[in-house]
């Protein structure tokens, strides 16, 4: 997992390129496409794929989500030229992360443990409304409840198409009691230091609170 500092004033801008296989290649992805939507429910909506990547802008446009499942093909993934970007936030409050463990709904990773909420870029929201948006979606929690926002870097897993783009987002003190998403089986408040010592924890959730604790100066 490798890390990459941000520029603050860090945006995002969209291009109108688009992605057009060979005939052949396409039949092949949506054929994979397919097979894995009958093993289960999978929806084709957009993602977004990088042109682009410096400190201070991603560049990239919108493209199926059905070229991201074909990345998961051994023989397709070669012909896929680029990556995905998605959303990783860290939710904390106090010495407590919001954390959830991944239902079997799943496309990748079922049952693990990872920082929430997750997600993709829809076309229109900048990143920080996408993270609000997703925070209310997965776990019910008000945006207006965010005390604090910080950009904690852009995330890659060379075993991964995606590069997450990492977020924090501390909260207002008081009780919460997150509800759970379709995509978490469960979720919950944890101590960072319980959160870190998971067995099955997503690698980009670990380095978003090793991140978050070097940046406030905590000790692991």
């Known amino acids: 997992m490798e890390r990459y500092p941000l520029d603050q004033n860090f945006s995002i801008k969209v291009s109108d390129f688009v992605f057009l296989p060979s005939m052949e290649l396409q039949e092949k992805i949506d054929h994979y496409w397919n097979e894995q939507c009958k093993k289960k429910p999978l929806f084709n909506g957009t993602i977004f794929a990088v042109e682009k990547e410096t400190s201070k802008y991603i560049e990239g446009f919108f493209t199926e989500y059905k070229y991201y499942i074909a990345t998961q093909s051994e023989e397709l993934r070669p012909h896929i030229p680029f990556r995905f970007l998605g959303l990783s936030c860290l939710v904390v409050c106090g010495d407590q992360v919001l954390a959830g463990r991944r239902s079997e709904q799943v496309a990748s990773y079922c049952g693990y443990m990872e920082a929430v909420p997750q997600g993709v870029f829809e076309e229109g929201l900048n990143f920080w409304r ?20 910080r950009l904690l870097g852009l995330f890659r897993d060379a075993q991964s198409p995606f590069d997450d783009l990492g977020l924090c987002f501390s909260l207002k003190e008081g009780g919460y009691t997150p509800t759970s998403s379709s995509e978490h089986d469960s979720l919950q408040f944890m101590p960072y230091k319980e959160f870190l010592e998971l067995d099955k924890l997503i690698s980009t959730s670990r380095e978003l609170v090793l991140t978050w604790l070097c940046s406030e100066q905590r000790q692991v």
Do not use: C, T, V
């Open 130 to 149: 996408q993270g609000e948006k997703e925070l209310f979606e997965e776990s019910g929690i008000d945006p207006s409840r965010i005390r604090e926002k």
